[in-house]
């Protein structure tokens, strides 16, 4: 058995309630706890229960006989299995072992014990388990089990094999009518699985197969098949005909617009189809014949954000600071929560010689921790505000929160070194607890040390002022070591780390980056071979001495790459070095606040703002008094520039 052990240093930050001798008694517990997980990887049994033993009255010791339990599923005795899920039942790796267990069950085809451990589960493979299990033990199906399998049916797409049992008997038992069969062809159509649309059909009547025909028809050949419809009015061919004028409408919408002016004569189509066509078909005229006018107007009550945006980057692009002026027109000053058109308005009326006005809007943006605000506050060579508050505390709710046993257990699970059960037992005893009772529990993850944690509960409050806690200096002596080796700013790989993973050690993104600083396996891999380092395991990116050492090698390339440029080198952190030499080309010689704004990316837009600002943010934490800054916002320089 492999275990993710324990591999980066403690910080053993206990809270102020406990005494010494409580401290003394916990710490040898986490060591012995530790030692059983060790002694388990290693089928060391006599110590593995020993240590077991010895910590009969430690919080979480139950956590090893799960360890122990999952991975012998096959071979545990029942009545220990049941055991377990008995007198553990509030727990929520409880539901985790029962399903597992439940998956093993199917596995090896033993449905009465199946049924005898199934309670109502979520996932739909163990939905279907349960309902074939009834019929492998030859149990009648009660209404409520017709019911659940056709709900599990009537979706858009496949579903498990293990759910085909359960669908056969539906058919058998003649509770699926062509009505149904039509009804679920509709949803998949409309999610574009035909597929599966064609495989429903099988079981159709004779005669309603030519109509699924036709809707394929519709679908591959809108304007052939459109040309040529003859069917009865009905529901179901006015849905098919609303389907292909929209097919039609994205290829040719002149078309689509001809069409539906013959049909909505000859089919009674809904209120709702005939506003859904004619909106298509409007925005589909607009996209081809634009409105001369700008029409963005951010005051516009149907002003879209979006679209404001990509507005905003064509006059930016071609420095149109006339446009930009009037769309932001009777923007509220005081609006703060438009920071980004109040700077590009105080930016266009600066530009077009306005500045008392645009120094107006200019200092109430800089009011604003914001990137927004930082920038503000650069143009009109003022400090920035960085308004710390730090958050309230209440030291008796603290200590009442800190010994009820699901932040006890979330507490001693983070000490051993598993966060991800630390943080299934963190997140289910806040389910429980009042919004009242929020930054006490953010105390206590701060005092920890747990600042990913911390970071998460006060953005619940919310609560945005306490930097302390949302940018704290955790790791200083790796991340300042290796940067000082990189000769990188340290704020700025501060402002890195927090950006990529909020401090999460074990962080891994969905497109498998893993770490403090997100590293793709393949990345470090290379920049372990730059430093010469082994890294003979992935998980050894969750060590957070290798992963900074390897991300700040790789920060250090990405400038060199860049030049010097940390705009450049920061965009191409999170979009790629290939990317972000393409927008250097394609929008060089233009001011940095400007080049970001027309950063394609709504990912890396908000990256690199939040890295900048961060930057300065990490600063101040780091100690170095105002004034700071500026941002790293480099010029995007190119050959074709014209000299200043």
Not at 89 to 111: F, K, V
Not at 591 to 620: C, G, R
């Amino acid at each position: 058995m492999k275990l993710h052990l324990f591999t980066y240093p403690l910080i053993f930050l206990i809270h102020s309630n406990l005494t010494i001798a409580e401290d003394d008694l916990l710490s040898q517990q986490r060591w012995q706890f530790k030692e059983a997980q060790h002694a388990l990887a290693t089928e060391n049994f006599t110590l593995f229960n020993q240590r077991i033993e010895q910590l009969h009255d430690y919080p979480i010791v139950y956590y090893l006989r799960y360890f122990y339990l999952k991975d012998r599923l096959h071979i545990a005795p029942i009545a220990e299995l049941f055991d377990f899920l008995n007198h553990y039942a509030d727990s929520p790796i409880t539901q985790r072992l029962q399903q597992q267990w439940l998956q093993q069950l199917a596995t090896q085809q033993q449905w009465a014990t199946f049924l005898s451990a199934y309670t109502p589960q979520t996932e739909i493979t163990l939905q279907c388990n349960y309902l074939h299990a009834l019929l492998a033990t030859e149990t009648p199906w009660q209404p409520a089990d017709f019911t659940q399998a056709k709900a599990i049916w009537m979706v858009d797409h496949s579903q498990p094999q293990a759910c085909d049992s359960a669908f056969d008997y539906l058919h058998q038992q003649t509770q699926l009518t062509p009505h149904d069969y039509w009804q679920r062809i509709r949803l998949a159509i409309q999610k574009g699985n035909f597929k599966l649309a064609l495989h429903l059909g099988k079981q159709l009547p004779k005669t309603d197969v030519p109509l699924l025909n036709l809707w394929q028809n519709l679908h591959h050949s809108p304007e052939n098949t459109l040309k040529n419809f003859k069917q009865t009015d009905t529901e179901l061919t006015r849905e098919m005909l609303v389907y292909g004028l929209k097919q039609l409408a994205n290829t040719q919408p002149d078309k689509a617009k001809e069409y539906w002016q013959l049909y909505q004569k000859q089919y009674t189509f809904n209120r709702a189809q005939r506003k859904e066509l004619q909106q298509l078909l409007a925005s589909k005229e607009t996209e081809k014949n634009p409105p001369v006018t700008t029409a963005w107007k951010i005051t516009d009550p149907k002003f879209n954000e979006e679209t404001g945006r990509t507005h905003l980057q064509k006059a930016l692009l071609q420095q149109n600071w006339s446009e930009i002026a009037e769309s932001t027109q009777n923007l509220p000053i005081a609006e703060n929560n438009k920071l980004r058109w109040s700077y590009w308005r105080a930016r266009a009326l600066e530009q077009l010689g306005n500045i008392t006005e645009a120094e107006q809007y200019y200092q109430t943006v800089a009011q604003q921790r914001d990137y927004y605000g930082f920038l503000s506050a650069e143009r009109l060579g003022e400090p920035y505000q960085l308004q710390v508050r730090s958050l309230p505390r209440n030291l008796p709710l603290e200590t009442q929160l800190s010994k009820r046993p699901g932040i006890i257990r979330a507490r001693e699970l983070y000490f051993v070194g598993l966060a991800e059960y630390a943080q299934l037992e963190w997140n289910t005893a806040l389910d429980n607890t009042s919004p009242e009772e929020l930054p006490a529990a953010t105390w206590l993850a701060h005092q920890w040390g747990w600042h990913y944690q911390a970071i998460v509960t006060i953005a619940k409050i919310p609560f945005w002022d306490d930097l302390n806690i949302r940018f704290p200096l955790a790791f200083h002596d790796a991340i300042s070591r290796h940067a000082e080796t990189q000769q990188l700013p340290l704020a700025w790989v501060y402002a890195i780390v927090r950006q990529e993973s909020a401090l999460q050690v074990e962080a891994k993104s969905r497109a498998g980056a893993l770490g403090l600083m997100q590293l793709l396996p393949s990345t470090a891999k290379e920049m372990a071979r730059i430093q010469k380092v082994n890294l003979v395991d992935d998980n050894l990116l969750f060590t957070p001495d290798m992963n900074i050492q390897l991300g700040t090698t790789y920060l250090k390339t990405l400038l060199k790459q860049f030049s010097d440029n940390y705009l450049l080198a920061t965009a191409a952190y999170n979009a790629g070095p290939g990317r972000a030499k393409r927008w250097q080309t394609q929008y060089s010689c233009l001011p940095a606040d400007i080049w970001v704004e027309l950063i394609p990316f709504s990912e890396t837009h908000q990256y690199v703002k939040n890295v900048m600002s961060y930057t300065l943010v990490y600063e101040h934490q780091l100690g170095n008094k105002p004034p700071l800054g500026p941002m790293l916002l480099s010029e995007i320089k190119s050959t074709e520039c014209a000299p200043k």
